[in-house]
């Protein structure tokens, strides 16, 4: 009966169009908070690439997650993309589950393993499954944070193999409002053939996170970031926003 209030909330995510674009993605972090509540909202925006499958492409991700303990998190995620003005379409939804390994303070960094698993609303999509290693580090005024991420696909269209990817974020910590820094994402191609050549997506750019108001119990967070494409494989530059809803219970 504790969590009787997911449920009207799942039931109308359920029912929202969402997607997810590989390139720029969110930076995860390691941290599970007992007793709190997050719906999430992030989209992207990308850029001129000439033409190709990313050329003004935008994703839409929800994300609704609940940390049962102090190490444990549930989460529901539902994504959709829109390639043109007239394109948009719900992609995939999908569920998630984090446990955090260590805390800074007992280690010299907090860890976290997280599993998504992704099912697709057409057929003619496969399902699609990753595990992430979550790492981050704060010394003095900055937080780092890594994320290196595994992923396969599932099902009769599956591309064969499993794919590498990571993202990396430095932060300045100034105060709880503005907190400026840097990101970068990278793809790597199949684990049995990884390269850092322009046959794959890598974005670089400034960002910034902090929190936009507070009250009893919660806040609401922002992170915005725009980044430049590296390689042929990517757009020119590519745009994301992102809001969070926490609440402690």
Known sequence: MRYFFLRPLLAGLLMLPVAALAGVG????????EGEFEIEYT??????DGGNKLNNAQAHVVELEYSFTGRFMLGLELAG???SPQSF?????GVEAQYELTKQGDWWFASAAKAEYAFPFHESDASEGEVKLLLQRRQ??????????LQREFGAN???GMELSSALQ?????????????????????????????????????VITGELFSFKGGEIEYVAGYYRGLTSASAEDAARLQLS?????
């Open 170 to 206: 430095g932060l300045y910590l100034w105060n709880k409002h503005i907190n400026p820094g840097v990101e970068w994402f990278a793809d790597y191609g199949a684990t049995n053939n990884l390269t850092l050549s322009n046959e794959e997506g890598h974005y670089l750019g400034p």
């Open 140 to 149: 003095g005024p900055t937080r780092w944070t890594a994320n290196i991420n």
């Open 43 to 48: 989209t992207i925006r990308y850029g001129d």
């Open 158 to 160: 599956r591309r064969h």
């Open 26 to 33: 969110k930076v995860s972090t390691p941290a599970v908070t």
């Open 89 to 93: 379409q719900g992609e995939a939804y």
């Open 81 to 83: 993309e829109r390639e």
């Open 245 to 249: 809803y926490e609440i402690r219970f």
